[in-house]
């Protein structure tokens, strides 16, 4: 048996042999880390578990087509007031990732980490990683598998949820032979693939479009235009009030330039706080230079966050970009 699937075994066993969970979201939440702790939280409930599910803040509303999606507790809204001994954290890169959610774990807390990024820091006391799977929603179809946990619509609906949007619509690199099987097999439990890809791909809210107009307004390209920086000021945020939901896909408008190999967008979500995004086209491993700046991710996309102005993070982020593209010999 691999560590992999001994680590499998593990969790399906914790989840089977307690009855009080708490399921954690990533910080910032997408729909792989949504759709993994709601498939998660409909396993448990099956097996007539108790849990709760959190987010450090608010799950953006496009994803409340998920079952479940009403039961994800806002932390900053919400407090508990109370600690959990059990705990799942799904798509988590880093301990740092769970955010305030931390402040729930008991003293004597048994974390299981599920996750699929390169950077993970192993911070759980059971840690299923698999950085070959493309979304941590695939492994969560395997820990269902592992513990013959029965899927139903709702849990492939949501683990669906999570292979979509981790693989950008089944297009990024990351999409396997293994991915569109699973994908296939969700399918046949009713799973609507229209209605999903509508609701987490293709509906852009009217903030958004506002935000995208400024960014391009203020697009700059560097390094002979192998770089595309976008740069979203806490005015620009403010003024067209928009969310950080509003941000999603803002940074696949530099990478996907002709030519561009690595799109950075630099947000500042507040001020002296600046939220870095990258995604690279082929050959600059962006979760190396991520995690230089205490942040994380995958090879292709990662994102860290910075203490300063803009321009400082510019600079920052300019300057390691550099390096990277001198590195893979794209800088000349
Ligand atoms: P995004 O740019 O969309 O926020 O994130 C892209 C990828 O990088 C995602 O896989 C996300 O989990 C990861 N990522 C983004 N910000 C951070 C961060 O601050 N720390 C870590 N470890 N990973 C991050
Ligand atoms: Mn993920």
């Given at each position: 048996?691999?560590?992999?699937?001994?680590?499998?075994?593990?969790?399906?066993?914790?989840?089977?042999?307690?009855?009080?969970?708490?399921?954690?979201?990533?910080?910032?939440?997408?729909?792989?880390?949504?759709?993994?702790?709601?498939?998660?939280?409909?396993?448990?409930?099956?097996?007539?578990?108790?849990?709760?599910?959190?987010?450090?803040?608010?799950?953006?509303?496009?994803?409340?087509?998920?079952?479940?999606?009403?039961?994800?507790v806002n932390l900053r809204e919400q407090p508990?007031?109370?600690?959990?001994?059990?705990?799942?954290?799904?798509?988590?890169?880093?301990?740092?990732?769970?955010?305030?959610?931390?402040?729930?774990?008991?003293?004597?807390?048994?974390?299981?980490?599920?996750?699929?990024?390169?950077?993970?820091?192993?911070?759980?006391?059971?840690?299923?990683?698999?950085?070959?799977?493309?979304?941590?929603?695939?492994?969560?179809?395997?820990?269902?598998?592992?513990?013959?946990?029965?899927?139903?619509?709702?849990?492939?609906?949501?683990?669906?949820?999570?292979?979509?949007?981790?693989?950008?619509?089944?297009?990024?690199?990351?999409?396997?032979?293994?991915?569109?099987?699973?994908?296939?097999?969700?399918?046949?439990?009713?799973?609507?693939?229209?209605?999903?890809?509508?609701?987490?791909?293709?509906?852009?809210?009217?903030?958004?479009?506002?935000?995208?107009?400024?960014?391009?307004?203020?697009?700059?390209?560097?390094?002979?235009?192998?770089?595309?920086?976008?740069?979203?000021?806490?005015?620009?945020?403010?003024?067209?009030?928009?969310?950080?939901?509003?941000?999603?896909?803002?940074?696949?408008?530099g990478r996907n330039i002709e030519g561009v190999?690595?799109?950075?967008?630099?947000?500042?979500?507040?001020?002296?706080?600046?939220?870095?995004?990258?995604?690279?086209?082929?050959?600059?491993?962006?979760?190396?230079?991520?995690?230089?700046?205490?942040?994380?991710?995958?090879?292709?996309?990662?994102?860290?966050?910075?203490?300063?102005?803009?321009?400082?993070?510019?600079?920052?982020?300019?300057?390691?970009?550099?390096?990277?593209?001198?590195?893979?010999?794209?800088?000349?």
């Open positions: 048996m691999s560590e992999y699937t001994a680590r499998l075994q593990d969790a399906a066993r914790f989840m089977r042999e307690h009855d009080d969970f708490l399921i954690i979201s990533h910080v910032s939440p997408d729909g792989d880390t949504t759709g993994s702790a709601l498939a998660v939280g409909l396993m448990l409930e099956q097996l007539g578990k108790r849990c709760t599910l959190v987010n450090e803040g608010e799950t953006p509303a496009k994803f409340g087509f998920m079952p479940g999606f009403e039961r994800i508990l007031g109370r600690t959990f001994s059990c705990v799942i954290a799904v798509d988590a890169a880093d301990s740092k990732r769970i955010g305030e959610a931390a402040s729930l774990l008991a003293p004597d807390a048994r974390v299981v980490n599920i996750d699929h990024h390169p950077t993970n820091d192993r911070f759980g006391q059971v840690n299923v990683i698999r950085t070959d799977a493309a979304a941590t929603a695939e492994i969560i179809y395997e820990l269902a598998a592992a513990g013959q946990f029965p899927v139903d619509e709702s849990i492939a609906t949501c683990i669906y949820t999570g292979l979509l949007t981790d693989t950008g619509g089944f297009r990024y690199s990351n999409t396997t032979p293994r991915v569109m099987e699973i994908a296939a097999r969700l399918l046949a439990y009713g799973v609507k693939p229209g209605e999903i890809a509508e609701r987490c791909l293709e509906s852009i809210t009217l903030e958004h479009v506002h935000l995208l107009q400024r960014a391009l307004g203020a697009l700059k390209l560097h390094y002979r235009n192998r770089v595309a920086a976008l740069k979203v000021s806490h005015a620009d945020l403010t003024e067209t009030n928009a969310s950080p939901e509003d941000l999603s896909g803002l940074v696949n408008y190999e690595v799109g950075v967008l630099l947000t500042e979500n507040a001020p002296g706080v600046v939220k870095v995004s990258l995604r690279s086209r082929s050959l600059v491993d962006v979760a190396e230079i991520a995690k230089s700046l205490g942040g994380g991710g995958h090879a292709r996309a990662a994102g860290c966050t910075l203490q300063g102005g803009l321009e400082q993070a510019e600079e920052l982020v300019l300057a390691k970009l550099g390096e990277a593209l001198a590195g893979v010999g794209l800088r000349d």
